[in-house]
């Protein structure tokens, strides 16, 4: 009977191996097919798309990328861009989120719901009032231009509201009784337990940072300050298409490295937090 | 190390409700005092007020004649158990106990050594490395008490400390309390609704009803010389009978009650307050039962308790009123059978209208 059962189970498990093996080749074959076109030399590519599948394999479209390209300048704008986001959210969401939980002051509960309309402002409605703001402060083509606007998430705010708020205010009582001075009940008692919520929104906003295409679009009209995927799409839709396909490819490859390790290194935050199954 | 805690006059309201008003009550040092009330009645708004977790709006609050209410929490000396414990959950129970002494910058050595005299009292050294969410309940509450017993404060409030722990580690926490009180002598307050608990462990117990303290007494004072008729009702089970008084006229022994046609008991409360007398209150171990007719009054047995030792009969009497009697031992009556009552008058206390108790001259201490 329990071989029966575990016959039956197994059998199950295979077919969900078999199809998240399927899947995964789904995935998979446009980052391998992007992969394998870097390893080949334009020309051929260009006669037959098809030589891909056979040798021979070059490394030469590596090697005028290290000499010719941007992509590292642009890769170096697209850290700066995504790390300083990411840091600043975090510090700015997680300071309001403990001012609006914590803190009493007169007109908190109001100016908590203008926040949350921000949440339903979406970017090109103020698109144009900004890029004035910006002219007028010469913020275009610089790193704070770029990062500025993405420091008001009103979505941080309110995660970070509602994740202090579900921390028992008896610890902030019990931190106090111990002696602790307000910020240190923030740093040493609350903030700690609110890092699995600081996970889940630093790694959205370093996602959302580094694939953000429309502003950095608007404001970096420089190529020194193009971030990645500006930088990318204007050697892509480059009219002469001087660049050959593999050499393309080989960019997209070093444009993906920096999302691939990241991930790497937080993938348990990624999984989690994408399953929105934070678990404190 | 034992702190005098005074409070005077205060007063506490959150918005437009009043929760506590103009109350004083001073505690000398190393007692353990019990804030005894149902549940709503202000104990721990007051426990908190002395914390300094909840501001005090009017009045003084003293600890060895020092006003502290402007103090901030931490600079009291005082420590508190919380009656969930409020472990900071991502430190380890060593951490949780050292957080409040590196805030003050005390001495590593000191703090090793009072951490591991804390966990060797409260025997929790097994424990030092775990987070809180892998101890249980009853380990929890230890180091809650190891965080209070490390800072050596000049008086321990708890609130409600044992309510989350399940009847048998009640008990023996209960003991365990005692015992650490004993041991430390510090000034401890100890907010319940349970009074058992306020029974077992108190020196005195300040016993609190909407808004206002209602007796301040020992254990067996407040047992037997209730001040009012709340205090009569809330402490004892089972509750304490009460009747309504129709007639008082002096009798053999003091004041001779009648409560209603039938019924007349003779109390030992001096005659002079006839006047005033509106109910009569008698606990179940002053009324015993009787053959038919050899007592006070007739009833039927209505619901009978058979804890072991002794029996609770809830007697309907023929004029309609409950009582319950205490029967010793194990009875051989059953439900429905006909009863007489005997009430002790000399244990039995008189209320005036307003609640206030009068008590029999052989009920004195
Ligand atoms: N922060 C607050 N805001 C408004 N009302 C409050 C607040 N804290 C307590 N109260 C009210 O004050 C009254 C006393 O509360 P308190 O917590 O002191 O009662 P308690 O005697 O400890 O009761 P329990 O035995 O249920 O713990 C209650 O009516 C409660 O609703
Ligand atoms: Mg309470």
């Given at each position: 009977m329990s071989s029966g059962l575990s016959n039956s189970r197994s059998f199950g498990d295979r077919v969900i191996l078999a199809l998240v093996i399927a899947l995964s080749i789904v995935m998979l074959a446009p980052a391998l097919w992007v992969i394998a076109l870097s390893f080949k030399d334009n020309a051929e590519l260009m006669a037959n798309p098809n030589s891909v599948f056979h040798p021979p394999y070059i490394i030469q479209n590596y090697i005028n990328i290290v000499g010719t390209s941007a992509v590292f300048r642009w890769i170096l704008n697209s850290l700066i861009v995504s790390i300083g986001l990411t840091v600043g959210t975090l510090v700015l969401s997680s300071l309001a989120g403990y001012g609006f939980a914590r803190l009493n002051f007169p007109g908190r509960d109001i100016l908590f719901v203008v926040v949350l309309f921000g949440l339903a402002v979406p970017e090109q409605a103020v698109l144009v009032a900004r890029h004035q703001i910006f002219s007028i402060l010469k913020f275009h083509n610089t790193y704070q231009g770029i990062i500025l606007p993405g420091l008001s998430s009103a979505f941080g705010v309110f995660l970070m509201t509602q994740y202090f708020r579900a921390i028992p205010k008896e610890l902030d009582e019990a931190a106090m009784l111990d002696n602790a001075s307000r910020f240190r009940v923030f740093w040493k008692v609350l903030l700690p337990l609110t890092l699995p919520a600081q996970a889940t929104l630093g790694i959205f906003t370093f996602l959302g940072a580094w694939n953000d295409y429309f502003w950095p679009l608007i404001s970096a009209t420089k190529k020194e300050m193009f971030t990645l995927t500006v930088g990318m799409a204007s050697t892509q839709t480059n009219?002469?298409?001087?660049?050959g396909i593999g050499y393309l490819m080989a960019q997209a490859v070093f444009a993906g490295a920096p999302i691939f390790i990241v991930y790497l290194f937080f993938q348990k935050y990624i999984v989690t937090a994408v399953s929105g199954a934070a678990v404190r | 190390m034992s702190a005098e805690i005074e409070i005077r006059n205060v007063s506490k309201s959150f918005g437009s409700a009043k929760v506590l008003e103009n109350l004083s009550l001073s505690i000398p040092g190393h007692e353990f005092v019990v804030f005894l009330g149902p549940s709503g009645c202000g104990k721990s708004t007051l426990l908190r007020m002395i914390a300094g977790l909840e501001s005090v709006e009017d009045g003084e609050i003293l600890i060895n004649g020092e006003r502290i209410d402007h103090l901030p929490p931490g600079q009291r000396g005082v420590a508190m158990v919380f009656q969930s414990y409020a472990l900071y959950p991502h430190m380890t129970v060593r951490q949780n106990m050292t957080f409040g002494l590196e805030n003050i910058n005390v001495a590593k050595d000191v703090i090793d050594a009072r951490v591991a005299d804390a966990a060797r009292m409260l025997e929790i050294g097994h424990l030092l490395d775990r987070k809180p969410g892998q101890l249980s309940g009853g380990q929890r509450q230890r180091v809650a008490i190891g965080r209070a017993v490390v800072k050596e404060p000049n008086a321990f409030l708890f609130d409600e400390p044992l309510s989350n722990l399940d009847a048998a580690l009640r008990t023996r926490t209960r003991i365990e309390l005692a015992q650490l009180h004993q041991r430390l002598r510090s000034t401890m307050i100890f907010v319940t609704h349970d009074q058992i608990e306020a029974m077992t462990l108190a020196d005195r117990i300040v016993v609190m009803n909407n808004k206002k303290i209602e007796q301040i007494g020992a254990p067996m004072e407040i047992y037997d010389r209730p001040a009012t008729r709340f205090v009569a009702g809330f402490v004892g089970t089972p509750q304490m009978n009460f009747l309504d008084v129709t007639a008082a006229r002096p009798g053999a022994l003091g004041l001779s009650v009648a409560c209603g046609p039938k019924l007349s008991i003779d109390t030992a409360v001096a005659p002079d307050v006839a006047g005033e007398v509106a109910s009569l209150g008698i606990r179940a171990e002053a009324v015993s039962l009787a053959a038919p007719g050899e007592g006070q009054a007739d009833g039927v047995i209505d619901v009978l308790e058979r804890l072991g030792d002794r029996s609770l009969a809830h007697v309907r009497l023929d004029d309609g009123q409950m009582v319950v009697a205490n029967e010793s031992g194990q009875t051989r009556l059953g439900v429905g059978a006909r009863v007489a009552l005997r009430f002790d008058g000399t244990k039995a206390h008189l209320f005036d209208g307003a609640g206030k108790a009068y008590h029999g001259r052989e009920a004195a201490p």
């Open positions: 009219f002469a298409q001087s660049e | -």
